[in-house]
T-cell receptor, first 117, second 110 residues
Framework: GAVVSQHPSWVICKSGTSVKIECRSL??????MFWYRQFPKQSLMLMAT?????????EQGVEKDKFLINHASLTLSTLTVTSAHPEDSSFYIC?????????????FGEGSWLTVV | DAKTTQPPSMDCAEGRAANLPCNHS???????VYWYRQIHSQGPQYIIH???NNETNEMASLIITEDRKSSTLILPHATLRDTAVYYC???????????FGKGTRLHILP
């Protein structure tokens, strides 16, 4: 079935550095992808919508200069956390919808754990 | 904001049917009911979805009330591996954005 893959699964970075997380749709094209973050014991919070070939759309309260999103191809979206700080430590998850009418579901990546030290 | 209400947690004995309720009293005529689950430290997994008819697949059954204001996800024979947070979501089929509520934390008891 459709698979969405994230890389890396976990990453540790120093405070002040930037870190990039990739989200790939492996067997389908995704003109739109979504990025979520999740803190321990909380639900997923939608951060932004990644649009292939155009600017991302950010949810209210999410800093677009801090969380850079690039959707350069129909199978790849990247989230870059710039100048990371410990409070950015979280579980980041991407998702992508299929256009297959027989399935019509949104698939989620495995998630990426970010720890900023 | 999420358009659904779910109990925060439930327990179910292993081997028994787990029935997870969801209220969506403001659902629109073109909105589907979707269920996802999230096992600890993993991305959400699609379970099932429906519009107004009851649905069944290899994972679960979805029962939607006639007025569509509530639904129940049924896991027929719960196992320990079904321990997860279950999210009930309503969305228009072509609206891909998913807004998650708090979900139900299901504990399967041995």
């Amino acid at each position: 079935g459709a698979v969405v893959s994230q890389h890396p699964s976990w990453v540790i970075c120093k405070s002040g550095t930037s870190v990039k997380i990739e989200c790939r749709s492996l067997d389908f094209q995704a003109t739109t992808m979504f990025w979520y973050r999740q803190f321990p014991k909380q639900s997923l919070m939608l951060m932004a919508t990644s649009n292939e070939g155009s600017k991302a759309t950010y949810e209210q309260g999410v800093e677009k200069d801090k969380f850079l999103i690039n959707h350069a191809s129909l199978t790849l979206s990247t989230l870059t956390v710039t100048s990371a700080h410990p409070e950015d430590s979280s579980f980041y998850i991407c998702s992508a919808p299929t256009r297959d009418e027989t399935r019509n579901t949104i698939y989620f990546g495995e998630g990426s754990w970010l720890t900023v030290v | 904001d999420a358009k659904t209400t779910q109990p925060p947690s439930m327990d179910c004995a292993e081997g028994r049917a787990a029935n997870l309720p969801c209220n969506h009293s403001t659902i629109s005529g073109n909105e589907y009911v979707y269920w996802y689950r999230q096992i600890h430290s993993q991305g959400p997994q699609y379970i099932i979805h429906g519009l107004k008819n009851n649905e069944t697949n290899e994972m679960a059954s979805l029962i939607i009330t006639e007025d569509r204001k509530s639904s129940t996800l049924i896991l027929p024979h719960a196992t320990l591996r079904d321990t997860a947070v279950y999210y009930c979501i309503v969305r228009v089929r072509r609206d891909d954005k998913i807004i998650f509520g708090k979900g139900t934390r299901l504990h399967i008891l041995p």
